[in-house]
């Protein structure tokens, strides 16, 4: 256990936007559980497949000494001759979804010269391959960060919090990592019928420009729900990365793709995974259950992490409370630096005793105990094609 629970901690001060972060492929079984809850979701949209993080194929790539070795491509060959070619993430590892993946029971691993025959496990759980590769791991020095911004009118809050707030964290974040390269890019967006749809703001290393193109948003348009996501995170995700770099892309948003083009939204979010883009939506004002569903799912398919803004504040719109079982309140700022500087790093990084504010169920660095009611019946609905 990560030692907060049974402390007392005080309130946040005035004007501190607030937020919790939760790992669902720290805790499958759970997302099954929620997953199993929201089905009616999954009936309504169709066209969004389910993510079964309960049964994974995981490859570890690390060096002689035991260090992980990132940004290191892995392949797996399916029976039928189909490849899925990915690269590592800062842990060192690739995760695989057999049925996302339509892999077949047996798969050859290739990694550099290196084959490794493999078959599935048909029971749920994490299967885990690691390998050790050849010459020393080096960290991560580069970083491709992209914000995806929701820019209607609902969002005025994170909007001025990016515009007070985005220039410390990522000084922070270079101060914890000197070496780092980092760019940094915006796309900004509304909906169809806006006086714009997307704008977009390519990757730059000056964080000046970066914070004048933030300071040219404002919150308005929108109106019903849904907003052009498909759109705006095809854009994010055709940014021109950097090979060598890691790549990460910050959704801050409240609103859900339209359900006609949920769809392609998922598409844009498989095209990240396959550019190793590790997706952080930032679940902001009122999001709906459809927008934490479909956020949840590219966040875990992406191997990052759901960010949520919580109600401690007290300030701006009400916010959803997340259908999660265990999170650690923070600032919003403590909560997005630590994110960022966990996949930079390659490993979970906790706030500090003097950054809670408060921790909500049996949290124990990231993973939460299992709910009096857990039961996950099996799923009712069309399957993936």
């Known amino acids: 256990m990560a030692g907060y629970h049974g402390r007392k901690y005080p309130a946040p001060p005035p004007g501190l936007l607030t937020a919790g972060d939760h790992d669902d492929l720290l805790n499958p079984e759970l997302y099954a559980f929620y997953v199993n809850k929201a089905?009616?979701?999954?009936?309504?949209?169709?066209?969004?497949?389910?993510?079964?993080?309960?049964?994974?194929?995981?490859?570890?790539?690390?060096?002689?000494?035991?260090?992980?070795?990132?940004?290191?491509?892995?392949?797996?060959?399916?029976?039928?001759?189909?490849?899925?070619?990915?690269?590592?993430?800062?842990?060192?590892?690739?995760?695989?979804?057999?049925?996302?993946?339509?892999?077949?029971?047996?798969?050859?691993?290739?990694?550099?010269g290196e084959r490794r025959d493999i078959a599935l496990a048909a029971r749920r759980g994490t299967q885990l391959h690691s390998l050790v590769v050849a010459g020393a791991a080096r960290p991560v020095d580069r970083m491709d960060l992209v914000i995806v911004l929701d820019c209607t009118g609902s969002m005025s809050d994170e909007i001025a919090f990016l515009k007070s707030e985005l220039r410390a964290i990522l000084d922070d974040l270079k101060a914890r990592h000197p070496e780092l390269d980092l760019r940094v890019g915006l796309v900004a967006y509304r909906d169809i019928g806006d006086t714009f749809v997307t704008r977009t703001y390519p990757l730059t290393a000056s964080l000046d420009d970066l914070q004048a193109a933030i300071a040219k948003q404002t919150g308005d348009g929108g109106g019903d729900m849904p907003e052009a996501v498909d759109q705006a995170l095809a854009r994010g995700v055709s940014q021109d990365w950097r090979d060598g770099a890691l790549h990460t892309l910050m959704w801050v948003a409240d609103a859900p793709p339209h359900d006609d083009k949920m769809r392609l939204a998922f598409d844009a979010a498989e095209v990240a995974r396959a550019k190793r883009v590790q997706i952080i939506p930032v679940a902001s004002s009122g999001v709906d259950d459809r927008a934490e569903y479909f956020m949840r799912a590219t966040a875990a398919l992406t191997q990052s992490r759901y960010v949520f803004l919580t109600d401690d504040s007290g300030i701006g719109n009400p916010h959803a409370k997340p259908d999660v079982a265990c999170y650690v309140v923070t600032s919003l700022a403590s909560t997005i630096r630590r994110v960022l500087d966990s996949?930079?790093?390659?490993?979970?990084?906790?706030?500090?005793?003097?950054?809670?504010?408060?921790?909500?169920?049996?949290?124990?660095?990231?993973?939460?105990?299992?709910?009096?009611?857990?039961?996950?019946?099996?799923?009712?609905?069309r399957a993936r094609e």
Do not use: M, W
């Open 39 to 112: 089905r009616d979701l999954g009936q309504r949209i169709p066209e969004l497949p389910v993510l079964d993080t309960r049964r994974t194929l995981t490859v570890e790539l690390k060096d002689d000494r035991g260090r992980p070795v990132s940004l290191h491509r892995v392949t797996l060959e399916c029976a039928d001759g189909n490849t899925i070619d990915l690269a590592t993430q800062a842990d060192g590892r690739v995760v695989f979804f057999p049925e996302l993946d339509r892999l077949s029971s047996k798969v050859v691993l290739r990694v550099d």
């Open 343 to 381: 996949q930079l790093s390659g490993h979970r990084i906790e706030p500090a005793e003097q950054e809670v504010i408060r921790v909500n169920g049996v949290y124990d660095h990231g993973k939460c105990e299992l709910p009096d009611d857990f039961s996950v019946q099996p799923r009712k609905g």
